[in-house]
């Protein structure tokens, strides 16, 4: 099944090209102050084109959310329905950053949007470079049916992410959330009905399962190992109060991530999950061959497609910990590019196409097994279709979350811990803490390249 190969993990890993941000800003710096369009708003706006043509918007979309949800076919009604402005769309691939910023130094700006561009993650960098600007003006111009309510219609956790110092710098696609998963069968036969309480009787449930089907090759418990989404990064968010310091960085020196990353250590030292630790277990899932997992939602459906939801359950919340973080919640956002002509229209676009009244948009995005970013989806679309009964329960998660931060070194620090986690699942460093203490010292130093 190919779609088990267009995770969104698999893209995000690719999005590392923004850790070099840092330098390129420089090139940024000497770009010409973007002209003030109408009221003042940031923009370059200008005048319609000569001979009574439509204005043209061109948004810059990463391939795998074209190949998802419909949105040639939906702008294809927009642009019917608008006839003045003529909107396309571009598939974003690396090398995008610097070349819109070239062309916007040439005044000939190619593109108004992009998408996607991940507040989180993205949006310190792309504002000190001048790459991306604030939507407010926009959103608040705009007649486009849900505007004038959108900020009021975010999930709270989606607005902490969207707004930064008091300004919205992306628009939401939709969430991807880390979610526990159960094989039934599996499940069931060592009395395993729900999601067990802590880490401990997760380890104890998990053991069990592989001593009981070590003959037909299952393992008990099976994660990644990426940052803050699965393996020990996942773990340490889930029972953190605090996960990151106030530097922005994961706290990995903390006695709290090296539990975490103990734990997964010994379900590999115990043969409960494959060795070595760290690799991709998509074919173990489709295989069938996992007892329980937590990983993206998405991937969890993606199981139930395969073997159907009598052998895997919908997508469960994690363990909640009294004031942890219980998961990283990501939303997927799209940012209004600086420096391009008819930010209007170009804004006026994305709420249409990705607003909470487009349910053509919002249906398709649950298709796909990701959960909406508005309340009033969920109110309208998720609770009338029993299919959809388990973004409900990802809702109620959602409301106990902690905010990832926004942070400006994302890659560098998923990097290092990715090379020290293995090292230390390796034996290669064999005390977790002096890993850690490694892995941070190289972060730092990298950090401090970029001052």
Known sequence: MTAMKLSRRDFLRASAAFAGMALIGSVAACAPAAKQGEEGKTGGEKPAPAGGGPKVVKLLIMPWITGEVPVDNLLRQYNSEHPEVKVEVDALADGWQQKHLASVRAGNAIWNTASEFDPWREGLAGIKMGLVQPMDDYISASTIPGA???????LDL?????????????????????AYGMQLKYCDAVGIKEVPKTWEDITLAAKEIRSKFKGEDVFGFVTGNWWVYDGPGGIFYNISKKP???EGLLDITSDQFLYALNLCKSWQDQDISPMPFYQDN????????????????????WGQKIWGKEAIANPKSMPIYPGGGVAACETMGMGLLKGAPYPKEAMDALLWLWGPS?????SAICGTAKTPAYKSVYDKLVQPNPDWAWMLDMRAMYDKCIPLPHVASYAIQNDAMTVWTQKFFLGEEKDP????????KEIKDQLAKQK
């Open 148 to 154: 004038s309510t959108l900020k009021d219609d975010w």
């Open 158 to 178: 989606v607005k902490a992410q969207m707004v930064i110092e008091g300004k919205v710098y992306a628009l939401p696609m939709d969430m991807d959330v880390t």
């Open 244 to 246: 990151f310091t106030d």
């Open 282 to 301: 998509t074919d173990i899932w489709k295989k069938n061959k996992i007892g329980m997992t937590f990983e993206p939602g998405a991937w969890i459906i």
């Open 358 to 362: 487009n349910e053509a948009m919002q």
């Open 433 to 440: 803490k002096t890993a850690m203490e490694q892995c941070l």
